[in-house]
């Protein structure tokens, strides 16, 4: 079975994380080996996760995030992918699978999208990490079939770590995009935005995607600047969280800022505040006179705030 340990803040801030902790041991050594992955196909216990887009599969009582038993050579046939995911603390291999066409749930059986899965508690946290990492893995899979250098069809290679190319020789691998995700302080005051599809009244910490010859400071600077117009000096790293949606690397941050002027890029925000700490402790514990809230406990942007909190 997978075991997470407790999390150890002092140490790891970002194993306390949703989608953080994943406890499979990923055989990187071995995964090229096309005759360990068929002994671990082929290994009684064997578990799949079956995803049709970004939608898993959930079977049984308790419900559980995979598939197993007779089935599973059959699954695999149909797929338009198959990947191998790791060996769990007691050896049983774990394994994901995309499908085509339209998703078809058995008796037993429902879809959840993982940000559903986990917001609703609707399997054990220990396997939101693995599950987070089979769906950002077969994304980057449906998007990569062809050579992005001469256009030719690639082929699975490493277990479903590599895609190479038969024409040119091109070797494709997988990307995370990184984000950095900010609590930027003044202080007893924390900047919060919000977008407009967000839910009514959802105010959340500023973010935005690293680019490339740019550190995770810098960025931090940047993203906060062009989108609220606040100069941030001194930037602390936090903590991370993989982000499946579809393969991010949530890099959250703490920064103090420089000036305390807001000056909304509506382009990017539908607002953008000051929020005192007793106006965020309102918002936390869901007693806001204005009915303001703060993200749900699945993203590190709650982790962020409760930090900046002191809780």
């Given at each position: 079975?997978?075991?997470?340990?407790?999390?150890?803040?002092?140490?790891?801030?970002?194993?306390?994380?949703?989608?953080?902790?994943?406890?499979?041991?990923?055989?990187?050594?071995?995964?090229?080996?096309?005759?360990?992955?068929?002994?671990?196909?082929?290994?009684?216990?064997?578990?799949?996760?079956?995803?049709?887009?970004?939608?898993?599969?959930?079977?049984?009582?308790?419900?559980?995030?995979?598939?197993?038993?007779?089935?599973?050579?059959?699954?695999?046939?149909?797929?338009?992918?198959?990947?191998?995911?790791?060996?769990?603390?007691?050896?049983?291999?774990?394994?994901?699978?995309?499908?085509?066409?339209?998703?078809?749930?058995?008796?037993?059986?429902?879809?959840?999208?993982?940000?559903?899965?986990?917001?609703?508690?609707?399997v054990e946290p220990a396997y939101f990490g693995p599950a987070a990492q089979a769906r950002a893995m077969l994304f980057w899979h449906r998007r990569?079939?062809?050579?992005?250098?001469?256009?030719?069809?690639?082929?699975?290679?490493?277990?479903?770590?590599?895609?190479?190319?038969?024409?040119?020789?091109?070797?494709?691998?997988?990307?995370?995009?990184?984000?950095?995700?900010?609590?930027?302080?003044n202080g007893d005051r924390a900047l919060l935005g919000r977008q407009g599809r967000f839910a009514t009244g959802m105010y959340t910490c500023l973010?935005?995607?690293?680019?490339?010859?740019?550190t995770i400071e810098d960025a931090v600077r940047r993203e906060v600047l062009e989108e609220s117009g606040i100069s941030v000096g001194a930037v602390?790293?936090?903590?991370?969280?993989?982000?499946?949606?579809?393969?991010?690397?949530?890099?959250?941050?703490?920064?103090?800022?420089?000036?305390?002027?807001?000056?909304?890029?509506?382009?990017?925000?539908?607002?953008?505040?000051?929020?005192?700490?007793?106006?965020?402790?309102?918002?936390?514990?869901?007693?806001?006179?204005?009915?303001?809230?703060?993200?749900?406990?699945?993203?590190?942007?709650?982790?962020?705030?409760?930090?900046?909190?002191?809780?």
């Amino acid at each position: 079975m997978i075991r997470i340990p407790e999390p150890h803040p002092a140490l790891d801030w970002s194993s306390a994380n949703t989608f953080s902790v994943n406890d499979l041991d990923r055989r990187s050594d071995a995964r090229t080996d096309p005759a360990f992955v068929a002994r671990a196909f082929d290994d009684p216990r064997a578990r799949l996760m079956v995803f049709f887009g970004d939608r898993i599969v959930i079977d049984g009582t308790p419900p559980r995030p995979y598939l197993t038993g007779g089935a599973l050579d059959d699954i695999a046939q149909q797929a338009a992918t198959t990947i191998f995911l790791g060996l769990d603390n007691d050896g049983v291999p774990y394994f994901a699978a995309d499908m085509p066409g339209e998703p078809v749930a058995l008796p037993g059986q429902s879809l959840y999208d993982l940000r559903s899965l986990a917001v609703e508690g609707v399997v054990e946290p220990a396997y939101f990490g693995p599950a987070a990492q089979a769906r950002a893995m077969l994304f980057w899979h449906r998007r990569n079939r062809f050579c992005g250098v001469c256009g030719h069809p690639t082929e699975v290679a490493a277990a479903g770590y590599q895609r190479g190319c038969p024409s040119c020789g091109t070797q494709h691998f997988p990307r995370t995009d990184p984000v950095v995700i900010m609590l930027i302080a003044n202080g007893d005051r924390a900047l919060l935005g919000r977008q407009g599809r967000f839910a009514t009244g959802m105010y959340t910490c500023l973010a935005g995607f690293m680019e490339p010859g740019e550190t995770i400071e810098d960025a931090v600077r940047r993203e906060v600047l062009e989108e609220s117009g606040i100069s941030v000096g001194a930037v602390r790293y936090h903590a991370s969280q993989p982000w499946p949606f579809p393969a991010n690397l949530m890099l959250g941050c703490l920064g103090e800022a420089l000036s305390s002027k807001i000056v909304v890029d509506h382009n990017e925000l539908e607002d953008c505040r000051w929020f005192h700490r007793d106006e965020v402790r309102a918002m936390l514990a869901g007693t806001h006179d204005g009915g303001l809230s703060c993200p749900p406990t699945v993203a590190l942007a709650r982790s962020l705030i409760t930090a900046w909190m002191g809780q």
